[in-house]
């Protein structure tokens, strides 16, 4: 907790600002293009499922390609769950800091705290859509899991269909994070403006 001069308070955020460990998480362009990525792999395993589906391929040629795509989510799962509670770990920490002072009546601290409330949003925002994401990849490669050489084309057609469709509303998730924090480098500059009036 922050105690004492009620400035500290607005300069630990300013602290946070600095690191880039804690920024690229926030980053709308990181978002998006792990929306994209996730999005290119669960049309890859869609298209499988279709192909498989018509015939077009056979089961023996689809199952042993499985493992590559549950390594790179396994990864990026992990990444996520890291990235969320890194991200909510910090916020609640400074929601927490808020609480052990007497902000001053003076507008230029209600400016500050107002836009330090809307950076501190963004950033358990962000933890959540990370949290989420994951928890749908999660889903989709235990979905995987259930593929077996020796299952029916359409069974196992059925399974990639529902992996794909829940690696799309994991790609959904972080595209919303990335539109959403958008304008996260405005807030963050406008809390730093704000700070340096005080």
């Known amino acids: 907790m922050v105690e004492g001069n009620p400035k500290e308070l607005f300069q630990s ?9 804690i920024r690229e998480p926030l980053s709308a362009a990181k978002c998006l ?10 049309d890859r395993i869609s298209t499988a499922a279709r192909a498989l589906a018509g015939g077009e391929k056979k089961i023996d040629s689809v199952v042993p390609a499985l493992p590559g ?3 790179m989510f396994g990864q990026m799962e992990g990444d996520f769950r890291t990235i969320s509670g890194m991200l ?6 400074e929601l ?3 609480f052990s002072l007497t902000i001053p009546p003076e507008r230029a601290y209600a400016d500050a705290h107002f836009l330090r ?3 501190l949003a963004d950033v358990l925002a962000a933890s959540s859509y990370y949290k989420v994401s994951a928890e749908l990849i999660s889903l989709a490669m235990k979905t995987l899991d259930k593929c077996s050489p020796s299952m029916k084309a359409g069974e196992t057609a059925l399974l990639l269909d529902h992996a ?12 919303t994070a990335g539109v959403e924090l958008g304008d996260s480098d405005v ?11 005080l």
């Open 96 to 98: 927490a800091a808020v």
């Open 88 to 93: 909510e770990g910090l916020a609640n920490k």
């Open 13 to 21: 955020v300013m602290q946070l600002a600095a690191n880039d460990k």
């Open 164 to 175: 794909a469709a829940l690696l799309g509303d994991a790609a959904k998730f972080m595209a």
């Open 117 to 119: 409330s809307r950076v």
């Open 187 to 197: 807030r963050w500059k406008s809390l730093t403006d704000a700070v340096e009036r």
């Open 69 to 71: 795509f549950k390594g």
């Open 33 to 42: 293009a792990a929306a994209a990525q996730i999005r290119s792999e669960g």
